[in-house]
């Protein structure tokens, strides 16, 4: 099956591996240890008929870390790609570090424009500043809109803290808050009463 995967490059130094713990049955995860928490799913969903190409969005900084960043990742799905048989590729989308409001169009542009027509997708948004979930949602909504996708999974790596020290690792699927902020775009209404029923009344299905 044809997949692209939209993943954030973290630019923090020492991207630490650790094992995700997963809580749902619909996502597994490996007992092993990875950097990224969506490769930690992928190692154990992929197949060899699977053909991938994964989107790397690099915010560009003075530090370069995501330099090493990005060759850790695909390191990571080499490894998950000789065990499974999967096929895979990578596009790197790199950007400034900016929240210039052409960053984000050029952004935007281009992670559609890497986008094929009838593929499933998948996203971690685990790393990197706060604006990129926003891009990738947008794309995403505009993907199943008009390029007739699907979105199968959005990943998101939560880690517990005591002071500075991680103590405890999960992932979980942002499949539902993707759904909540495309919800309001089926809302036909005029009246702000009946619009807040409405919305109400999509959310309890």
């Known amino acids: 099956m044809k997949k692209i995967v939209i993943c954030s490059i973290p630019m923090k130094e020492n991207v630490e591996s650790t094992v995700y713990i ?14 990224y928490p969506i ?10 008929e699977d053909d991938i190409k994964f989107l790397l969005l690099i915010k560009k900084d003075t530090n370069s870390f ?19 048989g999967a096929k895979s590729s990578f596009v790197l989308i ?15 542009s281009r992670i559609v424009d890497q986008i094929d027509v009838d593929v499933h997708i998948l996203a971690d948004i685990t790393y990197g500043p706060k604006d ?13 809109k008009f390029l007739n996708c699907e979105v199968d999974n959005i990943i998101y790596g939560q880690a517990e803290f005591q002071g500075n020290k991680v103590t405890g690792t ?9 759904c909540l902020s495309t919800v309001t775009n089926s809302i036909k209404c005029d009246d702000p009463n009946r619009a807040r029923q409405l919305l109400k009344s999509l959310l309890s299905l």
């Open 22 to 35: 997963s809580n749902d049955q619909s996502l597994p995860a490996s007992g092993e240890k990875y950097r």
């Open 132 to 144: 990129l979930p926003i891009v990738i949602f947008t794309a995403l909504n505009f993907a199943e």
């Open 94 to 108: 790199d950007t400034d570090f900016s929240e210039d409001k052409a960053v984000h169009e050029e952004l935007m």
């Open 170 to 178: 999960a992932i979980c699927d942002m499949i539902p808050l993707y």
């Open 66 to 84: 995501y330099e090493k960043n990005t060759e850790n990742f695909k390191q990571e799905i080499k490894s998950i790609c000789d065990k499974t």
């Open 39 to 48: 490769n930690s799913f992928l190692s154990q969903t992929l197949s060899a």
